[in-house]
Structures are given as structure tokens and as C-alpha cells.
């Protein structure tokens, strides 16, 4: 569903991102991880083409998105697309129910189909009775959970989500993390998330792992996080895998 290919990335000379490649299959949830500064939220936002890398492809079911031109790009990523933030993103002015809806009607829905589908959302997601509720009169579980139903309201192909946790307690955190697992068992969401979060991550079809600014392979134990910074790194790690896994 969404291939990206031989990414890079710098931030004046500071290499944000060398050589990234990776595939989303549909219906799957693929769990991001890593130390801080590692490049993750730079590479989901990437991903999700809300940042444009300096080098590389982002294919989406075979468009390719890089290049393609602002206008367009909005819409398409507001049909496709849904995200999900740390700090829910919501705007503090409208109610649970139109921040929600906004999204759709945006994409072109009637005002009155969008609000009734934002109620349908909130109600699937608990939030029956938060309608009305602006973000300052929600809990934080509660608006996060308003900004997972901001995010499914044009039922995207993909979600991607940058520490949807990240500002949770523990009980807000496990129904967040039943909410992803249920809209991938049951709807066949395809979900990306950059997490911290262990058990979160531990939902995921796939987890990968980042460290400065590339994929560590999979391995059984885990692989020192640093790496060694060497140019072979990657090649070095394939020879591994090979022993480990196959
Ligand atoms: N807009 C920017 N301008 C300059 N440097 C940036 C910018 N965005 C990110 N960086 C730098 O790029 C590196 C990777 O940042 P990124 O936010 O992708 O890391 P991360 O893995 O998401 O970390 P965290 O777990 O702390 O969120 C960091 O060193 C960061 O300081
Ligand atoms: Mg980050």
C-alpha cells in the first residue's frame, strides 16, 4: 500500500534521515521505535507527506507522492490519510463533534453528513456524551480519543500516529492501544505508529526499529541501538540476520 524508498532527509548539515526504505502492507500495524533524535517522526511525516525529503519515493498504491503538486496533495491526504499527534491538535474553539467533522467537510461533505458521521465516531469510540465538549472540557484519554475519530472521519486508507500515548496515564493509554487493535481486527485499518510505548508497540504486526536515522534489521536479541555508524551498517546486519533468523 505504501512504499517508501531510499529516503534522506538533513536539516541544514544535521542527516535527519540516510537511505530509508520500507513498506506498509494493507491491514497491518506497524510499530516505529527508537531512541530520541532518531529520525522517527521525521520519517512518518515524510510518510504521511506532511514533509517532503530531499531524496527518495513515497509510492502510495502505486502514486507516487513526491513531487506532486500542494493542492493536490492536500486532498489527497485528506482522503487517504489520518493522523493522530501526541498532543491531540484539536482546535480549541469547536466542539468534540466539528473537530471531528471538519476533516470531511472539508474533503467536500455536507455539513449535516459530516456532523452525523462525527457522532456515529465519537459514539463508536465511547464519546456519546462528549459531543458537545470543546478540547478544554475533555479529559486527555477523551481527546485523544476525538483525535483517533478525526482521523478515521474520511475513512483513510492509512493512519499514521506520532506517540499517541505519548500524553496518556496508563488505563488512557491500554484503551487507546484496544481502539488501534480493534480498528485493525475489525475494519482492517492499516495503522503506523511511532511509539515509546512497549506496550503498544507490542500490538503491532511489525515493529522496526530506528537509530540514527536508519533501519536496524531485525534480529533476535536486540541490536546495540547506537550501531556503529559505520557505511556498512545495513550490509553488515543483513549477514547477521541471515545467521539469527533464517
Ligand atoms: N525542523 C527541524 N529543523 C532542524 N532539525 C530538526 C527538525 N526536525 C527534527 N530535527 C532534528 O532531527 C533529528 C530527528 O528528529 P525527529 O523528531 O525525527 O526524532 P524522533 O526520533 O521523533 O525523536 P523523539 O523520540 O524525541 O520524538 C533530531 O536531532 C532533531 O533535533
Ligand atoms: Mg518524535
Given amino acids: 500500500m505504501l512504499k517508501i524508498s531510499n529516503i534522506y532527509k538533513s536539516f541544514g548539515n544535521l542527516e535527519v534521515l ?13 510499530a ?16 504521511g ?3 517532503a525529503p530531499d531524496r527518495g519515493s513515497v509510492s502510495f498504491n502505486g502514486t507516487e507522492l ?10 489527497f491526504r485528506n482522503r487517504n490519510m489520518g493522523f493522530v499527534f501526541q498532543f491531540h491538535q484539536l482546535l480549541p474553539e469547536f466542539t468534540a463533534q466539528e473537530n471531528v467533522a471538519l476533516p470531511a467537510m472539508i474533503g467536500g461533505m455536507s455539513k449535516g453528513k459530516a456532523m452525523k458521521r462525527a457522532a456515529e465516531l465519537l459514539e463508536q469510540l465511547g464519546l456519546g ?12 484519554g477523551e481527546r485523544q480519543r476525538t483525535a483517533i475519530a478525526r482521523a478515521l472521519v474520511n475513512d483513510p486508507e492509512i493512519i499514521f500516529a506520532d506517540e499517541p500515548t505519548g500524553s496518556l496515564d496508563s488505563s488512557n493509554r491500554r484503551e487507546i492501544e484496544g481502539i488501534f ?9 492499516t495503522i503506523v ?8 508497540a507490542a500490538i503491532a504486526d511489525r515493529v522496526i526499529e530506528m537509530a540514527d536515522g536508519r533501519i536496524l534489521l531485525p534480529v533476535v536479541d536486540s541490536l546495540d541501538a547506537g550501531g556503529d555508524g559505520g557505511e556498512d551498517f545495513v550490509g553488515d546486519s543483513v549477514e547477521e540476520v541471515g545467521e539469527t533468523v533464517d
Fill in 193 to 200: 505508529i511511532v511509539t515509546h510505548d512497549s506496550s503498544l
Fill in 49 to 51: 507527506t506532511l514533509e
Fill in 66 to 75: 513526491i513531487g506532486m503538486k500542494d493542492k493536490k496533495l492536500s486532498e
Fill in 32 to 47: 516505529i521505535i527508537g531512541p530520541s533524535g532518531a529520525g522517527k517522526t521525521t520519517l512518518l511525516q515524510i510518510a
Fill in 181 to 189: 487493535r480493534d480498528l485493525r481486527d475489525r475494519l482492517g485499518q
Fill in 129 to 140: 456524551e462528549r459531543l458537545h465538549h470543546k478540547p478544554a472540557e475533555m479529559s486527555g
Fill in 18 to 30: 540516510k537511505d530509508i526504505s520500507l513498506t506498509i502492507g494493507k491491514g497491518e500495524i506497524v
